[in-house]
């Protein structure tokens, strides 16, 4: 029987703090959220490993590291609206849930949302929203907004997400294709945008009118 408490403090230093994220709120957050409670009960004892895991409709939950970076890499301070593109299991939604004041979650897959929103309720997150939608549009009526993460490989930035961006805002998503992208994180300033990489990463296809259409 896995101890998981223990293994959940055990990711975070083996699989987090060693490899460079430094964010104390992010390391909090990331000992704090179980994510066992996320995957499937015959998974669980695999939550806190160092990969994937699939949760169904052929999408998986990220490997804890990438959660980690793309968190980081927001640099969130408490007080930020957060558009995450992409709620799958619920499990990053509860990690920005925990960093920032509110977030604004889209999925496009039904049973996934309704489970999410279901788990995310049950666990104490009411500063969440989950809209089951076609993400790369954005959410329109509530930007903009002072971070976007994108949880999907897209072939490049879909334009409403870079629109919905608030002036200093960040964005950050894997682009490239089909099978491996560079994370890139965006910064919206008044001089134009500013592009940095963050170095490679896989990721499921971001399905959508703006990302893969129809695939």
Sequence with gaps: MVDLPKARLKMVEEQIVS?????????????????????????????????????????????????????????LTGKERVLEIGAGSGYQTAILAELAEKVYSIERIRS????????????????????????????????????????AGAPDIPKPLLDQLSMGGRLVIPVGDAFVQDLIRITKAAEGVKKEDLGGCRFVKLVGKYGWNGE
Excluded: C
């Design 19 to 75: 490899r460079g994220i430094q964010d104390p709120r992010v390391i909090e957050a990331m000992k704090k959220v179980p994510r066992h409670r996320f995957v499937e009960e015959a998974l669980q004892s695999q939550a806190y490993s160092d990969h994937p895991l699939p949760i169904g409709e052929k999408q998986t939950i990220s490997q804890p590291y990438m959660v980690a970076l793309m968190t980081e890499a927001l640099q």
């Design 112 to 151: 996934l949302a309704i489970k999410a929103r279901q788990l995310l309720y049950e666990l104490g997150y009411f500063n969440v929203e989950i809209k089951i939608f076609d993400g790369t549009y954005g959410w329109l009526e509530e930007s903009p907004f002072d971070a976007i993460m994108v949880t």
